[in-house]
């Protein structure tokens, strides 16, 4: 069975940080990008940070400033989001979804045009509040 699942949100004050999983299952991620997405209450879903590959390529969002990095392990099937500085408006449901990386490389527009991803998964809830 083909699964992403999340883990590592929870309640955290204002300039904590949080490293948030998504660990992949019935599938590798050798030919997968995996991107973070996130959703507050009342708005639309966002790309977070940079999209990461296995092949080197690297999509970043306009708004990635530094305090967001990801990294992955394929030993462990696994990609991660350090989270730094988190503000209040950082709270959200976070996903992180699964693309082939071909597919990423040979797309024309934004790489975080969500019809792009095949799998993804349910989200884990980050709140920052003091």
């Known amino acids: 069975q083909v699964q992403l699942v999340e883990s590592g949100g929870g309640l955290v004050q204002p300039g904590g940080s949080l490293r948030l999983s998504c660990a992949a299952s019935?599938?590798?991620?050798?030919?997968?990008?995996i991107a973070w997405f996130r959703q507050a209450p009342g708005k639309g879903r966002e790309g977070v940070s940079c999209?990461?590959?296995?092949?080197?390529?690297?999509y970043c969002t306009e708004s990635a400033k530094g305090r967001f990095t990801v990294s992955r392990d394929n030993a462990k099937n696994t990609v991660y989001l350090q989270m730094n500085s988190l503000k209040p408006e950082d709270t959200a449901v976070y996903y992180c979804?699964?693309?082939?990386?071909?597919?990423?490389?040979?797309?024309?527009?934004?790489?975080?045009?969500?019809?792009?991803?095949?799998?993804w998964g349910r989200g884990t809830q980050v709140t920052v509040s003091s």
């Open positions: 999209i990461s590959t296995s092949d080197g390529s690297t």
């Open positions: 019935g599938f590798t991620l050798d030919d997968y990008g």
């Open positions: 979804a699964a693309a082939l990386s071909s597919n990423l490389r040979g797309w024309g527009g934004s790489r975080w045009y969500e019809g792009l991803y095949d799998y």
